[in-house]
């Protein structure tokens, strides 16, 4: 009898091990797609333009080459861009999986629950009724999506925070935003309201190199802060009861998911303005890919960034016409259609 239990814990041993090298196998290979994608985008990005340089002549202007017009063009003009891109693709795609995972319901997304919009009103408050610009825009944004995340827990906390209650407090959140960026708009002079518009498309075009420190900074302090809380949100999946036996205070660590995830989407809207849908699609396309249960914040971030470059390429110089438009128009025209197959597959029901 114990041999025939020695082989069969031998045979199961031998299976789990099979099953984990598959999966870090899978892993690597999506991870080294997703980086390569991300390469590639990003020099497609140096690359074209108005005035098309060669691989070359973009590594030489990286490198402090004696070609003052490429690396004017490159240094000065694209790679604020490229850069500014990259950082609000990992920052959306960031939050969208640690909303989605702590609040266990597709549709928790920032530009689903409010954060997005709260944000969007507090820059056109800045904008319209203040007259601000710059840096004072971003603050507002800040501070609007950091509000409506303050209150989304406040009215969605009954003895404990569920997703579903959340997630229906914040798309009601979303429409009284909505509407007070519509009055805003309406009250406002025609020029007045067009830099608004612009604004709440979500947008690339203004990067600069201040703007570009900023938003590193505020990574460089965030990203630590997810990886340390990744674990016991590892944890908190199992269920409060279990995570609770483990030692883990449950409401605690949500609260401090749900804080992190405001605050990257908070941070990737004041600089680029609500980028639609990339928070949203991020985390799910990379699950998808993982096939594994995982959290995939990694992964979730690597595809941030690759929707958001990808759409800029795509909105600056293979839409139609002579002008480029807003990166958050081409994210939306990808994400609408994967919320409205979400819905009709019945992927929204809570988990």
């Given amino acids: ?24 196998a899978r892993r690597a290979g999506v991870l080294v797609v997703l980086a390569a994608l991300v390469l590639a985008s990003s020099l497609a990005a140096l690359v074209l333009g108005d005035f098309p340089l060669s691989v070359g002549q973009v590594l030489g202007a990286l490198v402090g080459a004696e070609d003052p017009s490429a690396r004017f063009i490159v240094v000065e003009l694209r790679l ?90 914040g798309i009601g959140v979303a429409y009284v935003c909505a509407a007070v960026v519509g009055y805003l708009l309406t009250r406002s002079e025609v020029n007045q309201a067009q830099v608004a518009l612009r604004w709440m498309a979500g947008s690339l075009a203004q990067a600069e190199w201040s703007m570009v420190q ?9 990203a630590p802060m997810v990886a340390l809380v990744a674990r016991r949100l590892d944890l908190l999946l199992l269920g409060d009861d279990q995570a609770g036996s483990l030692g883990l205070r449950p409401e605690a660590v949500r609260a401090c998911v749900i804080a992190l995830g405001v605050a990257l989407a908070c ?68 994400g609408g259609p994967y919320l409205i197959w979400l819905m009709a597959s019945g992927g929204t029901r809570r988990e």
């Fill in 1 to 24: 009898m114990s041999a025939a239990v020695a082989e069969r814990t031998a045979v199961a041993t031998a299976g789990l091990r099979a099953v984990r090298r598959r999966r870090r």
């Fill in 80 to 169: 604020p861009r490229l850069l500014l891109g990259l950082l609000v693709g990992l920052a959306f795609g960031l939050a969208g999986a640690l909303f989605q995972s702590v609040l266990r319901n597709p549709l928790a997304s920032p530009d689903i629950i409010g954060i997005s919009q709260g944000a969007s009103a507090g820059a056109v408050a800045a904008l319209l009724l203040g007259g601000l610009s710059g840096a004072a825009v971003s603050a507002s944004a800040l501070a609007g999506g950091a509000l409506v995340g303050v209150l989304l827990y406040a009215v969605a906390w009954r003895g404990g925070m569920t997703g579903h209650r959340f997630v229906l407090s």
């Fill in 267 to 334: 941070a990737a809207t004041a600089a680029a303005g609500p980028v639609a849908f990339v928070a949203f699609v991020a985390a799910p396309v990379a699950r998808r890919l993982l096939r594994d249960g995982s959290l995939a914040l990694v992964e979730s971030a690597l595809v941030g960034v690759v929707l958001v470059v990808g759409a800029d390429l795509v909105a600056q110089h293979l839409l139609p016409g002579d002008l480029s438009v807003p990166v958050g128009v081409v994210t939306g025209a990808v």
């Fill in 214 to 222: 900023v938003l590193a900074g505020a990574l460089a302090v965030l």
